[in-house]
């Protein structure tokens, strides 16, 4: 790893690792309650469309330990937790639009109490048939949101020009975000009508807001801190506000204080998921497999209101070209309207789905030719120079070294060759190759969120607290921001402390969310450093006479000139003669913008570029599967930590594994969901990572854009890669076919591909 | 009698009885003792946030087992130490495996890792190789969303180089003395209308049965245990069978394996390798390591769940039961199941003894197929146990899992096979009397299609695996 400083070089651990690891890190549950703390639950819904004919909860509040519930009426502001768009009700006491929509809730003096009670309701519904899967969504026309028509070029000519053209249709699955910490919110009553708010969020700002607008208050009488959340994927940034809201709702009712944490399967219930996505697709190429146009239909499953589902389609529109240069594209994307849970953001944010869909077009093109899928790949990669179909000039480009590189490092040719002498003789047992790269565009494609707030505050002894508006989820953001600021000022990182991210201190801030929190929340902290640096650069002028330029910080001293002086003594003295150390920090992402009626211009900063080789290994008389080996090469530009990039790459590689492979979302036609529990619904564990699980960084990597320490961004972009995997075991049941017409529903579950391997 | 349980809690004696009996060890923890490191994930038993370990006298020495604290009932802590991830830092000095976690960057949200890090936590006790084979079975019961497990991997490969000691070895000899002193008669608690009884020995066990008109058998307690955590049921009262010694061995005796019903189903394997190697492979995937340190083989039995993996193998081994309650008798597994969830067992009836008969000239072999290899639920299970002569089948018996609402065997497959020539063609053949055999149903884990193409190929799968002498399998 080459460094432009040295400090970053350090493979710092978590900050709070060491608590982690002693059960001492303290996350929402964990917070002891004030002993008069009530414990809540949520009535839901159990039918997934109809209206509610009565509602009789008599039985609910002579139950054990209740102290009360609270229903619609109860709701002194608006009656709604949507971010984005108004949909997203709190209760509803008339119209049922999903299974599992909350109805009431019910504080008592413990949460088995409270859960218990909540059983004893009685509801009636007038029964509706409800709206489930996508298709069935279309041909209703049923859609939450405008749908958009994209285009650039003119693909149907380029098609019809074409000397080859395929037609077809593929999906994604959905995903739960099955963060190991569920939902929960603890809410306090404080003095002049305030409420202090714990809640596990990837928003807090937006949290205030809402719960504000909830409760018919100002939003300076709602406080929120997050110290930490066990895991958020996106399944946090706007699925948390509900319980946020009705554990407030209680509180206030009640004037006491309100836990309301999910019971896990209650969780998977009740909260929104990643986009399932159904594309069909038209495709012109030539004779060697170059794409000339793109005739495309996107649409998604977004449940019953609209939350984030825009920005997410948006996202899928921007990424339809994963890493190639589509030179016509002609698109529309549907976003269906269904009576299911409000999908939402995870990890990627309509990004992978787009991704796998362009793949997976390759892919059917190479089989079509009847070539190695790595060469259409390489072929139709973006050269430097190129333009987006949305406008973009793609100047950072090293995607075509990063796959030349990885197919030499992954010894992919020579590995080809030996696979199909494995396949030749093994009549069950295939094995699969695949090497898939991809493109992430960092930045909020929603312009105005691109924005991160900081406070700073120098003690007179020289220990620093730290403050952004950035949640700490497991991404190490608060170790990267610590490094960030211990290097500016030349100290120790145990000098700063790391605190809770809390409204009070950094206000109207966005979601840790787009992978850009460091970007983002770092650089708003350096803007803050940086005045206290100014006010320190002064001072130090007119105290010590010194008319030179150049002052640097390294090693807990301050060097000016041939003198030097201790962080410490220099703060101190600072202090004596009344110079501010503290400041606050903003800073807002450049260059970008986007024209919102056509999607076109520049709605990234930059772009992270990697890619990844799996080989697999299937059965073909059962369809179990294995991952043999995955070697990742991904650029995180100049890293700050390579210990978290890497954590990073490899969690967000079997996040991506799992949404592939064995994660299977499960609906009933009356729209129940069958897969509400970790015991059916199937993440990854330890024995399905590979056993050669071959993860690098990228070591030309740097950031052409302005960031710190010129890295990149590293959590979204990663998950991308195990798009791969799913190709690797598409490409071993084109070994076990007569045929070349695959289709491999998404996820790749040993059910699915042996039904793809006998069609 | 006493009325009261002790065990020890980290190191310190504790003695109670006015808890409600059905409070699981996560609640006590997190609610009444504030010891609030050990984290509810789950409350299913799925997810390994809530892992701690007992530890236990067995034959004089110490044992550590990792569990599910999630599903785990207070009252059958008692006469075990429980250690919890707050004890494992002592005088402020990190355990090994907690350094190890650490250099490794095996946490993100950090969320997981207490789990992780007293199920890596038993391993080292037991001084178990950080072989691959080893680390996945220690380790597949704990789920992480953050790291994609390779540094957890690596924590746990490297642990002993962070040191083989730790202050636990230095109190061994406290704690074996604190355990022994803690008395193992029976134990009766009443909380209000509830009541937890934990008989020390099968005649206390018959002889008090009689006062109850319906009471509810726990032995490892992992499934019904999410009638309380799940399903919000209170039961008033339970009978522990986990802590009776007539009920927990595993011998053989004559030409039969004999299991006292209340034995945890990791306590089996050793010796269910030697004979049925194929039975122990597939228990080695049976839920997690924190399930089969707890769950016993007659509570998968007495569960009659249509899915259960115990079934359909004991039942192609021609196992039988034996049952007490009023009076002692003995029936055959394959007759013990009635319909959905219904068995042969009355109020107040439990199983006492599975018995397997040994025979070394048959050919057994059983095949489970999840939608994930490890800790899931089987969508189709074939347990297979065949004698050939000559190349003719002389005896086969083929049940499944996952294909009727019983674990079942497939009578006309069978009737069509019996004195045929073991052939890829007879067996190609009996394909289609499977049809006859069953009318699967569609899931969440799997389609009916998927379940009758499954039920064929795994009968192909045994073929040709038994004739090229070869495995044919992915993992
Ligand atoms: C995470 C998880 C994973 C699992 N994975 C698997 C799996 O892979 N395969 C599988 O088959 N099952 C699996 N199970 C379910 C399985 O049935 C139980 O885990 C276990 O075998 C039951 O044994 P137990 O001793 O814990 O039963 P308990 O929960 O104690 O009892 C189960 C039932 O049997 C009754 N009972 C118990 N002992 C007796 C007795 N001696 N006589 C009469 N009645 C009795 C009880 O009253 C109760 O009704 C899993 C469960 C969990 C939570
Ligand atoms: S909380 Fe998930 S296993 Fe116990
Ligand atoms: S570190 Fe977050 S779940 Fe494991």
Not at chain 1, 94 to 115: C, H, M, N, S
Not at chain 1, 299 to 310: I, P, T
Not at chain 1, 570 to 587: C, D, E, K, T
Not at chain 2, 163 to 189: A, C, P, T, V
Request: net charge positive; with cysteine.
């Amino acid at each position: 790893m080459k460094n432009l400083d040295n400090l970053f070089s350090e493979k710092l651990p978590h900050e709070s690792a060491e608590k982690h690891v002693s059960g001492l890190a303290k996350y929402t549950d964990d917070i002891l309650e004030p002993t008069n703390t009530l414990y809540a639950a949520i009535g839901w819904s159990t039918v997934a469309k109809g209206s509610i004919v009565k509602i009789d909860l008599r039985d609910v509040i002579k139950s054990a330990g209740v102290c009360g519930v609270i229903t619609e009426r109860d709701i002194p502001g608006i009656n709604d937790v949507g971010p984005v768009f108004k949909g997203d009700v709190i209760f509803s006491s008339k119209k049922i639009k999903y299974f599992g929509q909350p109805i009431f809730a019910v504080a008592a003096d413990t949460t088995e109490l409270a859960r218990k009670a909540v059983l004893k309701a009685k509801i009636q519904y007038k029964k509706e048939r409800p709206i489930i899967r996508i298709k069935e969504a279309l041909e209703k026309k049923s859609y939450i949101l405008k749908t958009r028509k994209f285009s650039n070029g003119n693909a149907r000519k380029a098609i019809k020009n074409s000397q080859h053209k395929l037609i077809g249709e593929s999906q994604t699955g959905g995903q739960d975000h099955l963060y190991l910490e569920g939902q929960v919110a603890l809410a306090i009553p404080k003095e002049d009508n305030g409420l202090l708010i714990y809640s596990s969020t990837q928003h807090p700002s937006k949290t205030q807001q809402i719960v504000a607008k909830v409760l018919n208050q100002n939003f300076n009488t709602i406080d929120v801190h997050v110290r930490r959340i066990g895991g958020g994927f996106g399944g946090k940034e706007t699925q948390s506000f509900m319980f946020a809201a009705i554990s407030s709702l209680l509180a206030k009712k009640f004037n006491k204080p309100v836990k309301l944490r999910l019971d896990r399967d209650e969780d998977m219930i009740l909260t929104g998921k990643r986009h399932d996505f159904y594309f069909k697709y038209e495709v012109g190429f030539s004779d060697n497999g170059k794409i000339n146009g793109l005739d495309i239909i996107l649409a998604s499953r977004c449940g019953h209101s609209a939350d984030l589902s825009e920005a997410i389609n948006d996202r899928a529109i921007y990424n339809i070209d994963n890493a190639y240069y589509i030179p016509n594209v002609k698109l529309v994307s549907y976003r269906c309207k269904t009576n299911t849970v409000s999908n939402t953001a995870f990890r990627g944010f309509g990004a992978p789905q787009a991704s796998f869909c362009i793949e997976n077009i390759i892919d059917n093109i190479s089989n079509f030719l009847k070539v190695d899928a790595y060469k259409i790949r390489y072929l139709n990669l973006y050269q430097k120079n190129n333009i987006t179909h949305f406008g973009m000039k793609i100047k950072d480009n090293v995607i075509n070294d990063i796959f030349n590189k990885l197919i030499n490092s992954s010894n992919y040719k020579k590995r080809r060759k030996e696979i199909e002498k494995f396949n030749q003789s093994n009549k069950y047992i295939k094995k699969g190759l695949a090497i898939t790269p991809a493109k992430f565009g960092i930045s909020f494609t929603t312009t105005h969120l691109n924005q991160g707030g900081a406070l700073v505050h120098i003690y007179t002894d020289g220990s620093i607290h730290l403050n952004h508006g950035g949640v700490e989820m497991g991404q190490g953001l608060m170790t990267k921001i610590a490094q960030i600021t211990a290097n500016s000022f030349g100290i120790k990182i145990n000098n700063i402390k790391i605190t809770s991210t809390n409204t009070e201190k950094v206000a109207n801030t966005s979601a840790s969310a787009a992978s850009a929190s460091t970007d983002i929340n770092g650089a708003a902290v350096l803007n803050a450093i940086n005045k206290i640096k100014d006010n320190l650069f002064s001072f130090i002028q007119n105290h010590f006479k010194f008319n030179g330029k150049i002052i640097k910080y390294k090693n807990n001293n301050i060097y000016f000139g041939k003198n030097k002086i201790t962080f410490k003594k220099l703060i101190n003295l600072a202090y004596l003669n009344r110079i501010p150390l503290s400041s606050s920090g903003f800073y807002k992402t450049p260059k970008i913008h986007v024209d919102k009626s056509t999607l076109k211009g520049r709605p990234f900063l930059y772009f992270c570029y990697g890619a990844a080789v799996s080989e697999v290994m299937i059965d073909t008389l059962t369809g179990e599967n294995k991952l043999l080996k995955v070697d990742i090469l991904q650029d995180v530009g100049n890293s700050i930590n390579p210990s978290i990039d890497i954590g990073q790459i490899e969690g967000g590689f079997v996040q991506g594994l799992g949404w592939l492979t064995s994660e299977e979302v499960s609906w009933g036609n009356d729209g129940k969901i069958l897969t509400f529990s970790p015991s059916t619904y199937k993440i990854p564990v330890m024995n399905d990572i590979p056993k050669n699980f071959n993860v690098k960084i990228y070591n030309k990597g740097i950031n052409n854009e302005n960031t710190i320490n010129k890295s990149k961004a590293v959590g979204e972009p990663p998950l991308l890669l195990a798009i791969s995997t799913y190709f690797a075991i598409k490409n071993a049941i084109s070994y076990a076919k007569k045929n070349n017409k695959i289709n491999l529903t998404a996820p790749a579950t040993p059910e699915n591909i042996l039904n793809s391997i006998n069609k | 009698m006493q009325n009261e349980i002790q065990f020890l809690l980290n190191e310190d004696v504790v003695k109670i009885n006015n808890i409600d009996p059905n409070t699981t060890v996560l609640k006590y923890l997190r609610d009444l003792k504030n010891l609030r490191g050990t984290k509810e994930g789950c409350a299913s038993g799925d997810c390994g946030a809530c892992t701690a370990v007992t530890v236990e006298i067995v034959k004089g020495r110490l044992v550590y087992r990792s569990i599910n604290t999630c599903i785990m009932f207070l009252y059958s802590l008692h006469g075990k130490q429980l250690i919890t991830v707050e004890h494992l830092k002592k005088n402020n000095k990190l355990h090994p495996v907690q350094r190890s976690m650490i250099d490794h960057n095996g946490s993100q949200c950090g969320f997981c890792t207490p789990g992780f890090i007293m199920s890596m936590f038993s391993m080292f006790k037991n001084r178990e190789q950080t072989s691959k084979k080893n680390i996945d079975r220690y380790l597949t019961g704990n789920l992480c969303r953050c790291t994609g497990y390779k540094p957890i991997n690596l924590a746990t490969k490297n642990m002993y180089s962070y040191g083989k000691s730790d202050h636990f070895y230095k109190n061994e000899k406290n704690i074996l003395n604190k355990l022994k002193s803690i008395n193992r008669q029976n134990i009766k608690i009443k909380y209000f209308n509830k009541e937890f009884f934990i008989p020390s020995n099968l005649i206390d066990l018959k002889e008090n049965i009689k006062q109850y008109n319906n009471c509810k058998f726990i032995s490892g307690g992992t499934d019904i245990a999410l009638e309380v955590t799940k399903r919000r049921k209170d039961f008033e009262s339970i009978i522990y069978l986990g802590n009776n010694k007539d009920l927990k061995y595993i011998k053989i005796v004559d030409k039969n394996i004999v299991i006292g019903a209340a034995t945890p189903i990791n306590d089996t394997l050793n010796i269910l390798k030697k004979y049925y190697p194929s039975i122990a492979e597939m228990y080695f995937r049976f839920g997690s390591l924190q399930i089969r340190n707890v769950a016993t083989i007659g509570g998968n039995i007495s569960n009659a769940s249509p899915i259960g993996d115990s079934a359909p193998a004991l039942i192609s081994l021609d196992s039988s039961l034996i049952i007490e309650g009023n009076k002692t008798r003995t029936v055959k597994l394959k007759n013990f199941f009635l319909s959905y969830k219904k068995t042969l067992l009355k109020n107040n009836e439990f199983i006492k003894e599975i018995i397997i008969p040994i025979d070394k000239k048959s050919i057994f072999k059983c095949y489970k197929i999840s939608k994930r290899f490890d800790d899931d639920i089987s969508s189709v299970f074939m347990a297979i146990n065949l004698k050939l002569y000559n190349n003719l089948i002389n005896k086969i018996a083929i049940t499944y899992g996952g294909m009727a609402a019983t674990p079942k065997s497939a009578p006309n497959t069978e009737k069509f096979l019996k004195r045929k020539t073991f052939s890829y063609k007879n067996i190609i053949l009996a394909k289609q009397y499977l049809e006859r055999d069953f009318k699967p149903l569609t899931d969440m884990r799997a389609s009916k299609n998927y379940r009758k193409i499954i039920s064929q190929n795994l009968l192909e799968k045994f073929y040709l695996e038994l004739t090229n002498n070869k495995k044919i399998t992915v993992n």
